[in-house]
């Protein structure tokens, strides 16, 4: 069955970076975008980007632009994200999510908390 | 950037019939998405392209959209529908997804 799976949870410093993947399994990694939401307690969902597996494109959100950076191995099917100079309002749960132009199959998400 | 607005709570007894709206500018020329996250799971795709259901997504669920309104109609509501409910579109300008800022449907 399609599915995604993410890493496990995270603890970082205020200033560090944190990196999360993304294993993709039951479909052709390369056919559909990857997405990374995250979600602060309480919160709702905020878009931080994209990256096309095929082509390796990516877009992000302005207010991630210069701290985000989204890759992806297609030899393991694998996205990731990594974020950097972590700040205490970074902390949330992160998702990673397939498609376009809607999200169809969602990762479990992975907890990233910052803290010093 | 576009935005999408939503009611932050709905509330609906059982049985009944929960709208919820997701208001954005001529919203009706876009395609609009429907997540419904319960808590402390992951999002859930409900309804795609205004009105379509995902496969194993119960019929309750429909969608609709025209002008600056598009509509999230659960029928028929149980209790094991309460959750947030998420809007999503398509911001072709900036080639990225935008979100409502979700419901909470509480089932009385």
């Known amino acids: 069955q399609v599915q995604l799976v993410q890493s496990g949870a995270e603890v970082k410093k205020p200033g560090a970076s944190v990196k999360v993947s993304c294993k993709a399994s039951?479909?052709?990694?390369?056919?559909?975008?990857m997405h990374w939401v995250r979600q602060a307690p309480g919160q709702g969902l905020e878009w931080m980007g994209w990256?096309?597996?095929?082509?390796?494109?990516?877009n992000s959100a302005q207010k991630f632009q210069g701290r985000v950076t989204m890759t992806r191995d297609t030899s393991i099917s694998t996205a990731y994200m990594e974020l950097s100079r972590l700040r205490s309002d970074d902390t949330a749960l992160y998702y990673c999510?397939?498609?376009?132009?809607?999200?169809?199959?969602w990762g479990q998400g992975t907890t990233v908390t910052v803290s010093s | 950037s576009y935005v999408l607005t939503q009611p932050p709570s709905v509330s609906v007894a059982p049985g009944q019939t929960a709208r919820i709206t997701c208001g954005g500018n001529?919203?009706?020329?876009?395609?609009v998405h429907w997540y419904q996250q319960r808590p402390g799971q992951a999002p859930v795709l409900v309804v795609y392209d205004d009105s379509d259901r995902p496969s194993g997504i119960p019929e309750r669920f429909s969608g609709s959209n025209s002008g600056n309104t598009a509509t999230l109609t659960i029928s028929r509501v149980e209790a094991g529908d309460e959750a947030d409910y998420y809007c999503q579109v398509w911001d072709s300008s900036s080639d990225h997804p935008v979100f409502g800022g979700g419901t909470k449907l509480t089932v009385l």
């Open positions: 999510a397939r498609g376009y132009p809607f999200m169809d199959v």
């Open positions: 990256i096309n597996p095929n082509s390796g494109g990516t």
């Open positions: 039951g479909y052709r990694f390369t056919d559909y975008y």
């Open positions: 001529n919203i009706g020329s876009k395609s």
